[in-house]
Each structure stands twice: as C-alpha cells, then as structure tokens.
C-alpha cells in the first residue's frame, strides 16, 4: 500500500488550494482519512478528518474555510482549502487509518502517514 498526496504550492494570503491524497491499494477498506500539518518549529496537529461513513472532523481555525470529502471507491481525499492565511503555512501529511484488506477484521489494520506536501501562504 503506497499513500501519495499532491496539490501543494506556493498561494497568496487569501487564495485557494486544493490537495489530494489517494491510497494505493487492492480490494482495501480504510475507516477514516485526514489531513495533519506541521508548521516550522510547531508540532503536528489536526487539520480535518472525514470518515468512510461521512464523519467529518474539522479544527476550529479551519472550519469555515476547508471543506474536505472523500472518494470511498478510489481510496482518494480531496480537501480544498480557501482564505488561506499566512499561519496555514506548513507541511501537510494526509492520514490513512486502519486500512485493512475488505472483510477482514480490526486487527489488521494498518495506520499511515502520506510524506508529506509544503504549502506556503505569503503575506
């Protein structure tokens, strides 16, 4: 299973970006994907979660500017993020957890973490 994102860059204070994250995979099940950032000298933190069933999590600083949905059948996120703001500025790391082969129980689930993409909002 390989997890790639892509979709970063560099945006104007304001503008808007859209990522993507696809898991690559067969005959795969995964419960929930997100979306994790690091900004320089910070830890990471949640940025938005979204569940196989629809769940949405988002961190308040982003709510009323993300949006984030899922493509089940392709193992594909797609957040879009608007009115970015120079604090948005980090590294963004899409999350896949438990994936696990279709039919199969809870304990093979498998976490990952995608490398990573740099998104930079210039003032």
């Known amino acids: 299973v390989q997890v790639s994102e892509s979709g970063g860059g560099l945006v104007q204070a304001g503008g808007s970006l859209s990522l993507a994250c696809v898991a690559f995979g067969q005959d795969i099940y995964i419960s929930e994907m997100g979306w994790y950032r690091q900004a320089p000298g910070q830890g990471r933190e949640m940025v938005a979660t979204?569940?196989?069933?629809?769940?949405?999590n988002q961190a308040e600083p982003v709510k009323d500017r993300f949006t984030i949905s899922n493509d089940n059948a392709k193992n594909t996120l797609y957040p879009q993020m608007s009115r970015l703001k120079p604090e948005g500025t980090a590294v963004y790391y899409c999350?896949?957890?438990?994936?696990?082969?279709?039919?199969?129980?809870?304990?093979?689930?498998?976490?990952?973490w995608g490398q990573g993409t740099q998104v930079t909002v210039s003032s």
């Open positions: 979204i569940t196989a069933t629809d769940s949405i």
């Open positions: 999350t896949v957890r438990c994936l696990k082969p279709v039919g199969e129980s809870d304990t093979r689930c498998t976490n990952y």
